[in-house]
């Protein structure tokens, strides 16, 4: 299909600025079609969200007391004991044993495995044995450093079963970021891999692993997964392999029953500057709202439906999205170990196709990567199989969403706009598909339960058809308690801004004249240019409307005139070129999509943005080229060769102005 028509197409679906209301037959059926939920939630949130916890988990022993709030701390189902991963496992055995739980694709074809709930079971017990094996018990922190496989939920698993708490993380890490982490969390073991795949390459966990615990004092064993099969040096002593000492473990292992308010796991946020912070959730809150949105907001038909979360496991996405969510509402996950575009740029649909996915949840990125690509991928493929799809990690921009929902839903599917955070540890402002007539862009009202706002430098709710910050008014379960070994901090950066009862998210959102939150971007990319208040993502949102822009990402640099310039790095779509016409034209655009006070002042033409391994456009990076700073650590980029150009078109351009 001829990239033109679909750019035409997409630019009338634009132009309509259609809602898209439930289709009938979903709402016929969804899990929440009844608007009385909202009602509900927000008479009692409380009694509301006890409700949920009842309902989706099973409890060893019920609450004493439902919530407590000493601002700004906050402690939910007080005295109530449960198991995280006998929620996830044991209680589903007797009806739903032979379910398949994930379906493994590997990256490289021919090895997709089935594993159905009871063996993940066994597997679980048998790992949990082999941590106690090794002196592991509760509340000792257990490191994770692995790729996309099936052993990374089942250390996860065995790690809840036994109460001690995980440390995952992304296999993309440096060795000197996987040290920090391990020693800011104090983990006493390391569970990694020989090697994991990506695009056809290996990626030498082992030795990354090796090289971080050259100073890592509180590890004594290292558990290591063999997956590539690649010769890699076992320290005697310290180093195991994992599948020797499964061979040797009993399958037979009691969850502990767990506190609460004990620590499932700590999970380092995705902040690119300073000290990464250890975001900490608890068992019993955090499960609630996990399995509540996830069953609600994926609509979950546990026996019918296969779930895809294209995330990667050691996000936030990847904890709450593949391993508990799902789990908890024992349901049929897909796992992927590999990329979108390999071995060719249809991957996905090949999987959907195959594997007869009813539910994909990705990121913005991911789609607007797919458009670059073009239709022709996608629609090689059957994917009629698909009635949801949904999208998290930054703003969806209308076009991307409409594309989304078009060229992968064929027009049927609703899509959800999923907002939340590591902090959060759950989806907090999202439709419920059966429910919410969808804006694209939008994601439309916070989760029942969730008491959400949008108020100015002041405090104020900024009230409809305004911006300002959005605000969470009361904690919600899956709410984090704090970061690990720095309180100070937690009540600094989240719970200071507007005072200790409002959760500050640090991020911008528009509540339109429907009452609809419209999420902008974190606050720190948000620019002042002559006093206007211009989100970076809305001239992103700008540009990416131009029929021959693939992507763009746009920073305020400091300017001695306007406070700060808009500087935008473009990508375009293929077959088109960077010329000094162009940019006069895409300056033009911006002008009349926003207003001649959102013009860039500069456009930098680039094959590429620099992305973290998550997917997110590191905007501080591309403001240090815009303001011709020292570059900081590019390791957590994904591409990281694509900066070093970026820098010198930017400097090129300097001395052209
Ligand atoms: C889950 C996750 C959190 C930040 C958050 C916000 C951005 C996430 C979004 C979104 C607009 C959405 N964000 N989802 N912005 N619309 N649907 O991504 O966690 O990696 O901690 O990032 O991502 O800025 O503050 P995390």
């Given at each position: 299909?001829?990239e033109?028509?679909v ?7 634009l132009?309509e ?5 439930p289709?009938a ?5 969804a ?11 927000n008479?009692?949130?409380?009694a ?14 019920e609450?004493?007391r ?15 004991k ?9 209680r ?16 490289l074809?021919?090895e997709?495995?089935?594993?159905t709930?009871?063996q993940?079971h ?13 002196g592991?018990?509760k509340?000792d ?8 496989v099936?052993?990374l ?5 065995a790690?809840?079963?036994?109460g001690a708490?995980?440390v995952v ?8 970021s ?5 020693n ?14 990506r695009r ?11 090289e971080?615990?050259?100073d ?17 040096p076992?320290?005697q ?16 292992c ?12 700590m999970l380092?946020s995705?902040?690119t500057?300073g000290?990464p ?15 509540s949105?996830?069953?609600?907001v994926?609509?979950?038909k546990?026996d ?8 990667d496991i050691?996000w ?8 508990y ?18 071995p060719d ?5 090949t999987?959907?196709?195959e ?7 990705t990121?913005?990125t991911?789609?607007r ?8 991928y996608?629609?090689k ?8 799809l949904?999208?998290?990690?930054e ?8 594309w989304?929902?078009?060229?992968i839903g ?10 939340w ?24 009202f916070?989760?029942?339960?969730v ?5 100015d430098?002041a ?7 305004k911006a300002?910050?959005?605000?969470i ?6 709410m984090l ?6 309180d100070d901090?937690?009540?600094?950066t989240?719970w200071?801004r507007f ?6 998210p640090a ?11 419209w ?5 720190d990319d ?10 970076t993502?809305e001239?992103?949102s700008?540009?990416?409307d131009?029929?021959?822009?693939a992507?763009a990402?746009?920073?305020g640099?400091?300017?001695p005139?306007?406070?700060q310039?808009i500087i935008?790095?473009v990508?375009l779509k293929?077959?088109?070129e960077?010329?000094?016409e162009?940019?006069?034209e895409?300056r033009?655009?911006?002008a ?18 620099p ?5 997110k456009?590191m905007?501080?990076l591309?403001?240090d080229?815009?303001?011709g700073?020292q570059?900081?650590d590019?390791t ?9 150009e ?5 400097t090129l ?5």
């Amino acid at each position: 299909m001829p990239e033109r028509e679909v750019e035409q197409h997409i630019e009338a679906l634009l132009q309509e600025r259609r809602t898209f209301e439930p289709p009938a037959e979903f709402r016929a059926q969804a899990n929440a079609r009844d608007e009385s939920i909202y009602e509900e939630a927000n008479k009692d949130p409380v009694a509301w969200w006890a409700g949920q916890a009842r309902e989706r988990l099973t409890w060893f022993k019920e609450w004493d007391r439902d919530f407590n709030w000493d601002p700004p701390h906050y402690q939910w189902f007080i005295g109530g004991k449960l198991n995280a991963s006998y929620n996830c496992l044991d209680r589903h055995l007797d009806e739903h044993g032979d379910r398949i739980a994930y379906i493994w694709v590997p990256e490289l074809d021919g090895e997709t495995k089935r594993i159905t709930y009871r063996q993940l079971h066994e597997d679980v017990c048998r790992f949990a044995n082999v941590l106690k094996g090794q002196g592991i018990g509760k509340g000792d922190k257990v490191g994770i450093y692995m790729g996309m496989v099936p052993e990374l939920p089942v250390a996860m698993l065995a790690c809840a079963r036994i109460g001690a708490p995980h440390v995952v993380v992304f296999g993309g890490f440096s060795a000197d970021s996987l040290r920090e982490r391990m020693n800011q969390a104090g983990c006493k073991v390391m569970i990694t891999m020989d090697g994991g795949y990506r695009r056809g390459n290996t990626i030498p966990l082992k030795a990354n692993a090796d090289e971080a615990m050259q100073d890592t004092p509180t590890i004594e064993r290292c558990i290591v997964v063999r997956r590539t099969g690649d010769d890699v040096p076992m320290q005697q002593g310290r180093d195991l392999w994992y599948h020797e000492l499964m061979q040797d473990a009993s399958a037979d292992c009691e969850a502990e029953p767990m506190d609460a308010e004990d620590m499932l796991y700590m999970l380092h946020s995705s902040g690119t500057t300073g000290k990464p912070k250890g975001v900490v959730h608890t068992t019993g809150g955090y499960l609630t709202q996990v399995a509540s949105t996830h069953y609600n907001v994926f609509d979950i038909k546990p026996d019918r439906d296969i779930y895809w979360c294209a995330a990667d496991i050691g996000w936030v996405t990847g904890h709450s999205y593949i391993v508990y969510g799902p789990l908890t509402n024992a349901c049929t996950s897909v796992l992927y170990e590999g990329a979108p575009d390999y071995p060719d740029k249809d991957r996905f649909w090949t999987i959907v196709e195959e594997h007869k996915v009813t539910i994909l949840y990705t990121a913005p990125t991911t789609i607007r990567t797919f458009m670059k690509w073009g239709v022709d991928y996608p629609k090689k493929h059957d994917l009629s199989s698909l009635r949801l799809l949904g999208t998290v990690g930054e703003p969806i921009n209308p076009e991307a969403w409409i594309w989304y929902q078009e060229y992968i839903g064929g027009g049927r599917t609703p899509v959800v706009d999923t907002w939340w955070q590591t902090e959060t540890g759950a989806i907090m402002i999202t439709p419920l598909p059966g429910i919410t007539t969808l804006k694209p862009g939008s994601a439309t009202f916070p989760y029942p339960g969730v008491i959400a706002d949008v108020v100015d430098d002041a405090g104020n709710p900024v009230g409809r058809g305004k911006a300002g910050y959005v605000v969470i008014k009361h904690p919600t379960p899956g709410m984090l308690r704090t970061l690990y070994e720095a309180d100070d901090r937690y009540v600094e950066t989240y719970w200071s801004r507007f005072g200790d009862r409002v959760y500050f998210p640090a991020d911008g959102c528009k509540l339109d004249e429907d009452g609809y939150f419209w999420l902008l971007g974190r606050v720190d990319d948000v620019m002042n240019v002559s006093g206007h208040r211009i989100s970076t993502y809305e001239v992103e949102s700008a540009l990416v409307d131009h029929e021959k822009v693939a992507e763009a990402a746009v920073v305020g640099a400091q300017d001695p005139d306007t406070g700060q310039a808009i500087i935008a790095f473009v990508t375009l779509k293929g077959g088109n070129e960077g010329t000094e016409e162009l940019i006069a034209e895409l300056r033009e655009h911006v002008a009349k999509v926003i207003g001649k006070l959102a013009r860039p002042k500069s456009i930098i033409f680039t094959d590429e943005l620099p992305k973290t391994r998550s997917g997110k456009i590191m905007r501080r990076l591309l403001k240090d080229v815009a303001e011709g700073r020292q570059l900081g650590d590019v390791t957590t980029l994904q591409n990281a060769d694509v900066v070093e150009e970026i820098r010198q078109k930017a400097t090129l351009r300097a001395g052209e102005e």
